[in-house]
C-alpha cells in the first residue's frame, strides 16, 4: 500500500454516480450519470474530473486499466458496530434478547485497550474490502474503544464519524457508564479527534431504555455546545423495544419524542431503523433535517420490521441504507441493498436500482453533510472510488450478459453482487485494497 497517493492517476471502467435524486420507482432517471468507458481522473487524492477513453491522457498521469469494470463512489455504511463483526450471524433471537445473549457479552472485550486496537483494524479493513470507505460507527462504552476506532480510520484515511457509546443502566457490569465520567470522556475525545482530518465525533446514545434522562440531558448538552458534533442512536427498531420505552419516558408522545425532549433531535441527527414511527415522528424528522439509517438486513434477520421508506420520503426525510452488522449479516452494501428491494416488496412497493445505490452514496453524504467530499464523482470531492466486476461467477455473468437496459444491469448486479465482485477501493487516491485472487 501507498503511503501516499500518485500525483495523477487515471482508472478507467464504466463511471456511475448521481446528479440529483432519482425519482422513487424511475427506472429511467436523469440523475443517474453513466459514463461508460471513461478515464476517472484523481489528483492529490480528489477527483479531477472524467473524459473518454478514447481521449488520450499526457504522460503526466499513471493510468490504471479496469475497462469493462463498474467504477462506483466508495459507499456509506450509516449505521454499523463494529465490535459486532464477533456476533454476526447468531442464532435465534429478537432485538432485546439478542442484545443480552450475544452483543452484550462481545462488546465487553473492547474495555482492553490491545483488543480495541486490534478489533478497530479488523473492522475497518473489512469495511474497505466489502467496498465502504465512509461509515457511522458505534464502537462500545469504553472511551478506549472510540479511541482506538478513530485512530486505525485516520491511519486509513477514511471518513468516519463515531463516539463512544452512552449507556449508564439496563446494560451489564463492565458496559455502564456514569453521567459525569461519560461527559468528561466525551469532551476529551471531541477535543482530540473531533474535526481532526477526515473524522468527526457523533455523541453517541446506544438507546434510550439505557441511559438515565440524566445522561440524555448531558448528551443533548454536548450537541447544543459541542459545534459540528453528530448525534447517533437507535430509534424504533422492534415493538417490544417501543413498548419499553413507553414504560420508561411515560411522558413522551412517542419514542422519538424522548430524544426530541432531550435535545437530541437535530440537523446532524443519525436515527437507525426508524421502523414503528407515525407520521408525527416522521414531521418532526423532517423540522429537524434529521435523517434515518435504514438497516433492511438487520431488520429481517432480527425480524424487526418492514421500514416504511415511501411514507419517509413522502415526509421529506432523507434515508440512507446501513448494514446494521452484527445485527445485519453482511457488510456488502449490495447484498444490503438486495434486501431493501425485499423489504419494499414485501410492503407491495418496487424499489429501483437508482434509489437503492444514491441511499449509500450521495443521498447518505448529503444527509450528513459530506456532499462536497463524499458519495459523488464529482470533480474536487475526495477519491473515495471503488472498482467492481460487473459480474462475479457464470450466473451473474449469464444475466449481465443477456440484460438490456442499464437499470437491468445495475439492479442485476445489485441483487448478485457481493464484496467478490470488488477489485480494487481507494481512499483519498490510495490503494487500500486491491484483490489478489480473481474468481472464476
Ligand atoms: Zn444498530
Known sequence: MAAAPPPRLALRGDLLDFRAAPAWGDTASAAVRFRPDHWLLIEDGCIAGARPSGEPLDASWQPIDHRGRLILPGFIDTHVHSPQLD?????????????????????????????????????????????TTSAVVFPTVHKVSADRLFASAQARGMRLITGKVLMDRHAPDGLRDDVVQAERDCIDLIERWHG?????????????????????????????????????????????????????????????????????????????????????????????????????????FLGSGLFDWRATEAAGVAVSVASDVGGGTSLSMPRNLADAYKVQALRGERL?????????????????????????????????VCVWDWASGPVAQRRHDMAGALHEKVFAWMTLADERNLVAAYIAGIPRFQRRTVPC
Do not use: K
Request: negative net charge.
Open 87 to 131: 456476533v454476526i450471524a447468531s442464532h435465534g433471537t429478537a432485538l432485546l434478547d439478542w442484545l443480552d445473549t450475544y452483543t452484550f457479552p462481545a462488546e465487553r472485550r473492547y474495555a482492553d485497550p490491545a483488543e480495541a486496537e486490534a478489533g478497530a483494524a479488523r473492522f475497518l479493513d473489512a469495511l474497505i474490502a466489502h467496498g
Open 196 to 300: 481532526n482530518g477526515r473524522l468527526s465525533y457523533a455523541v453517541t446514545v446506544r438507546f434510550a431504555p439505557t441511559s438515565t434522562p440524566e445522561q440524555l440531558a448531558m448528551a443533548g448538552r454536548l450537541c447544543a455546545t459541542q459545534e459540528g458534533v453528530y448525534m447517533q442512536t437507535h430509534v424504533a427498531e422492534n415493538q417490544d423495544e417501543v413498548r419499553w420505552v413507553a414504560e420508561l419516558y411515560p411522558e413522551a408522545r412517542s419514542y422519538l419524542d424522548v430524544y426530541a425532549r432531550a435535545g437530541l433531535l437535530n440537523g446532524r441527527s443519525v436515527f437507525a431503523h426508524g421502523i414503528w414511527l407515525d407520521d408525527n415522528d416522521r414531521a418532526a424528522l423532517q423540522a429537524a433535517g434529521a435523517h434515518i439509517a435504514h438497516s433492511p438486513s438487520s431488520n429481517l
Open 352 to 384: 429501483s436500482a437508482w434509489t437503492a445505490l444514491h441511499a449509500c452514496t450521495r443521498g447518505a453524504a448529503l444527509a450528513l453533510g459530506l456532499g462536497r467530499e463524499i458519495g459523488s464523482l464529482e470533480a474536487g470531492a475526495a477519491a473515495d
